[in-house]
């Protein structure tokens, strides 16, 4: 799992801001259209600056554990693929949770559906 993010854009869809994102954190071409999101967050922000609302919409883009993964060290210290058995549990809030559970469901079905092919 790899986590980019970022703004939309203004001419942007959410999937080309996918992609963008995508390949300008991660190094990672996303081609054709993106799943649908598998999960939507609002939030509101705090900090020192204007306070705003975040929507934040999850996608799950499916790829190969082997895809080379080319991380801006701007946004990442290290980015690196994991088994799920393997995730680490620290530092991660009930968001990423959330989405990971809705992505094992989002794998597993991919799995059935793959298996009822053969």
Do not use: C, K, N, Q
């Amino acid at each position: 799992m790899a986590a980019a993010r970022g703004h939309v854009e203004v001419g942007e869809t959410p999937a080309d801001t996918v992609r963008r994102e995508a390949a300008e954190e991660l190094g990672i071409e996303v081609t054709g259209e993106p799943a649908p999101p598998a999960l939507l967050t609002v939030t509101a922000t705090v900090g020192t600056g204007p306070r705003h609302t975040d929507v934040s919409l999850w996608y799950p883009l499916p790829m190969r554990r082997t895809t080379r993964i080319a991380a801006d060290e701007g946004e990442f210290a290290a980015a690196r693929w994991f088994a799920w058995d393997a995730l680490p549990g620290a530092r991660r809030g009930p968001d990423i949770d959330r989405f990971l559970e809705r992505l094992e469901r989002f794998t597993e079905a991919g799995r059935r559906t793959t298996a009822t092919r053969e």
